[in-house]
């Protein structure tokens, strides 16, 4: 049986790593996924932009989310941008595209009851 799929998300595979993109808002009242933007997954994030904090929060939201090992995680651009491409490592592009398209259904984590 195939999970869930969101046609427009992007998940792309580039030098061993899978690249996919998100639009963050900083600085909100809770945290939570906020559904898709385009080709990219949107993330209201309460931690504030400064001095990092909303992309440490980033990284680790999608770790616990995804049920990933933080340091398989990394962003790689746009650390100063409300827009970010999140490289994933150690897992693959169908189950990545699973556990986002679960991700944005609501449902719980992979692996958590």
């Known amino acids: 049986m195939a999970g869930p799929t969101h046609e427009g998300l992007s998940v792309r595979g580039v030098g061993g790593v899978l690249l996919v993109g998100f639009r963050v808002s900083p600085s909100t009242a809770r945290t939570a996924i906020k559904g898709l933007y385009g080709d990219r997954i949107k993330i209201a994030l309460s931690a504030p932009a400064e001095?990092?904090?909303?992309?440490?929060?980033?990284?680790?939201e999608?770790?616990?989310?995804?049920?990933?090992?933080?340091?398989?995680?990394?962003?790689?651009?746009g650390h100063a941008s409300r827009d970010k491409v999140v490289a994933f490592e150690g897992i693959g592009e169908r189950e990545l595209q699973n556990r986002l398209a679960r991700l944005l259904e609501g449902e719980p984590p992979v692996g958590r009851e």
């Not at 001095?51 to 990284?59: H, I, K, M, P, T």
């Not at 999608?62 to 995680?73: Q, V, Y």
């Open 62 to 77: 999608l770790a616990r989310w995804l049920c990933l090992p933080r340091d398989t995680i990394h962003i790689k651009t």
């Open 51 to 60: 001095d990092g904090r909303a992309n440490a929060q980033l990284v680790t």
